[in-house]
T-cell receptor, first 113, second 111 residues
């Protein structure tokens, strides 16, 4: 079955460390996204990528970095510059450059300890 | 960034009751999407709407694309325990094709 796989499900990080969240999709979707979700908040866009080796900042890109070396993969690095990284991170993908309905992964919960 | 006004923020209902929630905006949208999120999981698409006035059903769920293109609602009939979760609306804004999410409606069902 096609879908999006995020790993790990839970991640703990010490302050000052960088961590990388994985996102892989086998839907042959062109566009991939990273969202951050905090309690009581909607989804806030971090980065998105419409094509390999290209990506654009979303609304809250500071302290995050991404890469898109393959169509199927869009890893997110949470850097030590991100002041409040504890959150639930969701990866999504959609077909085409114009964003139709998303397919979401099951999320990664990052906790800074 | 701009978010949609989704209401209510939370609902407590009895099993078997009908549920209604809505999203409004000052911007015009050309697509409305309704998602459900279970705890610790990613949102799952319930209904997609692409034309003003469109009324679409998915089982006990019914959603409509507002005539003004600035709002949408979702109804759930005869609620059951597995309907518990957070329901998000999302709209694709016409002027820039950007997807905007509401903050969600948390549905609780009382035994």
């Amino acid at each position: 079955d096609g879908g999006i796989t995020q790993s790990p499900k839970y991640l703990f990080r010490k302050e000052g460390q960088n961590v990388t969240l994985s996102c892989e999709q086998n839907l042959n979707h062109d566009t991939m996204y990273w969202y951050r979700q905090d309690p009581g908040q909607g989804l806030r866009l971090i980065y998105y990528s419409q094509i390999v080796n290209d990506f654009q900042k979303g609304d809250i890109a500071e302290g995050y970095s991404v890469s898109r070396e393959k169509k199927e993969s869009f890893p997110l690095t949470v850097t030590s510059a991100q002041k409040n990284p504890t959150a639930f991170y969701l990866c999504a993908s959609s077909r085409g450059a114009v964003n139709y309905g998303y397919t979401f992964g099951s999320g990664t919960r990052l906790t800074v300890v | 960034g701009q978010q949609l006004n989704q209401s209510p923020q939370s609902m407590f209902i009895q099993e078997g009751e009908d549920v209604s929630m809505n999203c409004t905006s000052s911007s015009i949208f050309n697509t409305w999407l309704w998602y459900k999120q279970d705890p610790g999981e990613g949102p799952v698409l319930l209904i997609a709407l692409y034309k003003a006035g469109e009324l679409t059903s998915n089982g006990r769920l019914t959603a409509q694309f507002g005539i003004t293109r600035k709002d949408s609602f979702l109804n759930i009939s005869a609620s059951i325990p597995s309907d518990v979760g957070i329901y998000f609306c999302a709209g694709r804004r016409s002027r820039d094709d950007k997807i905007i999410f509401g903050k969600g409606t948390r549905l609780h069902i009382l035994p």
